[in-house]
């Protein structure tokens, strides 16, 4: 089985600009979740995912936005980027149903840079 | 108080000895208790979960849970150098569907 797969994997953007990242869950699962990972505050979550609607969100300002498609494709967004939005992003995938009994399993993630 | 705790080290142990992992959590209710293992650079990967009182094993890895007082630890057996790697604790609070992480502890094994 293939797994969590995230596009792009490196992005450099510049502040104000806006980035879309892109994640394709494992086959099967119908929950998608985004963390936000830097040296400082290490994993964050941001949002999560199942059947194309949030159940949880993390503390983040509006600017962090997401979506879940049909086929569980997952995409986030992030406006009007600031210096401090430089960080890993990463994707996780789980069947979804369980709970939080639910074991998710991470994308390689996308590193996004802002200057 | 922190939802996730763990020393952020780093525990240097020497190669063959047996590291001790240590995450404390604050929700009572939560069920479930994840351990990834991160190398630099890379995305978190699986190494065990455990849902009960107890000890579970799996090869080298032994995770242990103690509900009554809020702990979870990872004892990993026979030290290998590429153990060398941030050991991340996770765990969902009581109803709902995300992870909360432990700022994660730097494990060093020396050769």
């Known amino acids: 089985k293939a797994g969590v797969t995230q596009t792009p994997r490196y992005l450099i953007k510049t502040r104000g600009q806006q980035v879309t990242l892109s994640c394709s869950p494992i086959?099967?699962?119908?929950?998608v979740s985004w963390y936000q990972q830097t040296p400082g505050q290490g994993l964050q979550f941001l949002f999560e995912y199942f059947s194309e609607t949030q159940r949880n969100k993390g503390n983040f300002p509006g600017r962090f936005s997401g979506r879940q498609f049909s086929n569980s494709r997952s995409e986030m967004n992030v406006s009007t980027l600031e210096l401090g939005d430089s960080a890993l992003y990463l994707c996780a995938s789980s069947l979804g149903d369980g709970g939080g009994t639910d074991t998710q399993y991470f994308g390689p993630g996308t590193r996004l840079t802002v200057l | 108080q922190k939802e996730v705790e763990q020393n952020s080290g780093p525990l240097s142990v020497p190669e063959g000895a047996i590291a001790s992992l240590n995450c404390t959590y604050s929700?009572?209710?939560?069920?479930?208790f994840f351990w990834y293992r991160q190398y630099s650079g890379k995305s978190p990967e699986l190494i065990m979960f455990i849902y009960s009182n107890g000890d579970k094993e799996d090869g080298r890895f032994t995770a242990q849970l103690n509900k009554a007082s809020q702990y979870v630890s990872l004892l990993i057996r026979d030290s290998q150098p590429s153990d060398s790697a941030t050991y991340l604790c996770?765990?969902?609070?009581?109803?709902?569907?995300?992870?909360?992480f432990g700022t994660g502890t730097r494990l060093k094994v020396l050769a």
């Open positions: 929700d009572r209710g939560s069920q479930s």
């Open positions: 086959s099967g699962h119908r929950s």
């Open positions: 996770a765990v969902p609070p009581s109803g709902t569907y995300k992870y909360i």
